[in-house]
């Protein structure tokens, strides 16, 4: 009987590992979840964001891989974005989830094509695992085109908005 009570513990230390890595890997910069048996929260210093989102060689594979199950416009419009990162940048999903532009459905878009946003202002929500994530500028800048449709699935590091 004393191996059960090892044995159980043992299994949700390891579950608990893999939501820790899994929330690593989601880029959310805070995270509360409670139950009944335990609570967690998991803070990270925003400014890891930057170096996570800087690491796009290795995150170049999961796009090529999504595209296998998403329209073929989505890899076409990555393309003209590393052309045009000359004199414009890319604001990158910092974790997968549904994109929104507007905080509901009869609410406006946080910003439109023109729009002069600065650093640190909401630009989008990204919903993952039930969660509404508010986006915000890495810079400042003006948005000169949007690279997602409402409501529709992105992948991490998929560009969303091109600033200058």
């Not at 999961?62 to 419009?77: D, K, L, R």
């Not at 604001?91 to 009869?106: V, W």
């Not at 810079?139 to 560009?159: C, F, H, L, W």
Request: charged share 25%.
């Amino acid at each position: 009987m004393s191996n059960t009570p090892k044995k159980d513990a043992a299994m949700k230390a390891k579950e608990l590992q893999e939501l820790l890595d899994f929330i690593a890997k989601s880029g959310l910069n805070k995270v509360n979840i409670e139950t009944e048996e335990f609570k967690i929260s998991v803070q990270r210093d925003p400014t890891t964001k930057h170096v996570i989102s800087a690491a796009a060689p290795m995150a170049a594979p999961a796009p090529a891989a999504a595209a296998a199950h998403a329209p073929v416009a989505a890899p076409a419009a990555a393309a003209p974005a590393a052309e045009a990162s000359v004199s414009n940048r890319a604001l990158k999903a910092p974790m997968i989830g549904t994109f929104y532009r507007s905080s509901g459905p009869d609410s406006p878009a946080f910003v439109q094509v023109g729009d002069m946003v600065e650093k640190g202002q909401v630009i989008c929500i990204i919903e993952a695992m039930k969660l509404f994530n508010e986006i915000e500028a890495e810079e400042s800048g003006r948005i000169v085109k949007a690279m997602v449709e409402n409501a529709t699935p992105v992948e991490y590091d998929q560009p969303l908005f091109l600033i200058e």
